[in-house]
Antibody
Framework: QVQLRESGPGLVKPSETLSLTCTVSGGSLKINSVYWSWIRQAPGKGLELIGDINSVGITRYNSSLTSRLSISVDTSKSQFSLSLSSVTAADTAVYYC???????????WGQGTLVTVSS | NFMLIQPHSVSESPGKTVTISCTGSSGSISYNYVHWYQQRPGSAPRIVIFEDNKRPSGVPARFSGSIDTSSNSASLIISGLKTEDEADYYCQSYDKTNHEVFGGGTKLTVL
């Protein structure tokens, strides 16, 4: 059974870069028709799609974050990563990684990690 | 932009049946699949219905999904409500460019 786990700093200073990694275990990251996704949830708010990547490195980004966002994949480590630059308090959220089975939905989620942007 | 519109909150008593709606802002909701996620307080979301009306293994049969083309809506129906069903529920579908879209979420209170 595939499991996902997010890791990275829980506190980032304004204007700096937020970096998170999602480690995939119990299954392969190299699956056709699967996108590996980042989704965030600001305190008390709904789910916001950040972006995703497939095993060959094709990315899809939320248009409102494109200028600050980079998502990469390392299949040798079974990991994919998020980098969000020039963060502000508005980027404070729980960040989830998830497996997107295309038109079958997000079937596996990490536990989430809270990232606070504060000086 | 395509949006999925959900009621902010619903409430019902234990043992009863509740329906949570998800209305597409444009186009036909039946054109693409709708999925539903449950998020209990302090937990990650988990999928409870996929492809309109299919249940993943481990999800009780009390959970079901449907599509109503006349109202351009999808519905999550939970029967025999239990206190453990109290959670936020999100619908998800796709816009005309096949990009994923989430609804705003509905808070279910089991009184």
């Amino acid at each position: 059974q595939v499991q996902l786990r997010e890791s990275g700093p829980g506190l980032v200073k304004p204007s700096e870069t937020l970096s998170l990694t999602c480690t995939v275990s119990g299954g392969s990251l190299k699956i056709n028709s699967v996108y590996w996704s980042w989704i965030r949830q600001a305190p008390g708010k709904g789910l916001e799609l950040i972006g995703d990547i497939n095993s060959v490195g094709i990315t899809r980004y939320n248009s409102s974050l494109t200028s600050r966002l980079s998502i990469s994949v390392d299949t040798s480590k079974s990991q994919f990563s998020l980098s969000l630059s020039s963060v502000t308090a508005a980027d404070t959220a729980v960040y989830y990684c998830a497996r997107n089975r295309g038109f079958s939905g997000y079937d596996t989620w990490g536990q989430g990690t809270l990232v606070t942007v504060s000086s | 932009n395509f949006m999925l519109i959900q009621p902010h909150s619903v409430s019902e008593s234990p043992g009863k049946t509740v329906t949570i709606s998800c209305t597409g802002s444009s186009g036909s909701i039946s054109y693409n699949y709708v999925h539903w996620y449950q998020q209990r307080p302090g937990s990650a979301p988990r999928i409870v219905i996929f492809e309109d009306n299919k249940r993943p293994s481990g999800v009780p049969a009390r959970f079901s999904g449907s599509i109503d083309t006349s109202s351009n809506s999808a519905s999550l129906i939970i029967s025999g409500l239990k206190t453990e069903d109290e959670a936020d529920y999100y619908c998800q579908s796709y816009d005309k460019t096949n990009h994923e879209v989430f609804g705003g979420g509905t808070k279910l209170t089991v009184l």
